[in-house]
């Protein structure tokens, strides 16, 4: 026995959550991630579409249509994870972090549109390598492309624009002490 281990002693409950919390959490979490695929799989399936027998077949070269499958899939995940979680909190509140309401879900549902939207058009621009580029070279570069083109938005000063609840799911510092309310 080893000192200061605790080991012999009886250990204290602690008070998670209950079996139906666990089973509720479980549940939620395969419907996000069951949207996420779908959202996924619907996105490639419906840009695939656009590439091929729409005005943008034209401007889509034959090496440059994975790229466009590359931003579908991006846009088709996010889709797939934003709007059930805003439709989540629209639902269901604490008291730390209350409802949203209709309005501030609405904007957060259009923000999410709309950056999935932008992440199309990045991988329309990355398409148009495959006019001088081949095929697997323009799929490797699209996911980069589209994988960071994110991250200048994250820079934006949401709060200048009246939009400071746009950051919801961001990583904040807790080391603010209390409730990290101020006095």
């Known amino acids: 026995m080893s000192v200061g281990s605790g080991a012999g002693k009886p250990q204290a409950q602690s008070g998670g959550r209950s079996l139906a919390g666990n089973i509720a959490f479980g549940a939620g979490l395969l419907l996000v991630l069951a949207t996420i695929t779908l959202g996924g799989y619907a996105g490639a399936a419906l840009i695939a579409g656009l590439a091929d ?43 730390e972090n209350p409802r949203l309401g209709p309005g501030e879900a609405l904007l957060k549902a259009l923000a999410t549109v709309v950056i999935s939207v932008y992440l199309v058009v990045v991988s329309l621009l990355a398409a148009q390598l495959g006019w001088i580029l081949p095929e697997g070279v323009v799929t490797l570069l699209s996911v980069f492309v589209v994988g960071f083109s994110w991250l200048p938005l994250v820079m934006i000063p949401w709060e200048r624009f009246g939009l400071g609840a746009m950051g919801g799911l961001r990583v904040t510092s807790r080391a603010r002490g209390g409730s990290g309310k101020s006095d």
């Open 53 to 95: 027998d729409s005005f943008l077949s034209s401007a889509v070269p034959d090496d440059g249509r994975a790229a466009v499958i590359v931003g579908g899939t991006g846009m088709g995940g996010l889709l797939g994870l934003m709007l059930p979680l805003n439709l989540l909190a629209a639902v269901r509140g604490t008291e």
